[in-house]
């Protein structure tokens, strides 16, 4: 098992709740989320910049 640092550019949801489904669904496509966090938001393009913290197991690749 592996952890990695990854970005990720995330269309801004009508609510939280879709934000954050949106978020976490993108992140187990990279790997398993173990931290995340919301660090810049572009109000004009309707976009959130994610930093987060993901494992990988041995077998799967990124």
Do not use: C, Y
């Amino acid at each position: 098992m592996t952890t990695h640092f990854i970005t990720a550019e995330i269309d801004l949801k009508e609510s939280p709740v879709q934000l954050q489904q949106a978020i976490e669904a993108e992140l187990r496509r990279r790997g398993e989320p173990l931290r995340w966090a919301i660090t810049s938001v572009d109000v004009e393009q309707h976009k959130a910049q994610v930093e987060a913290i993901v494992t990988l197991t041995d077998n799967r690749k990124e």
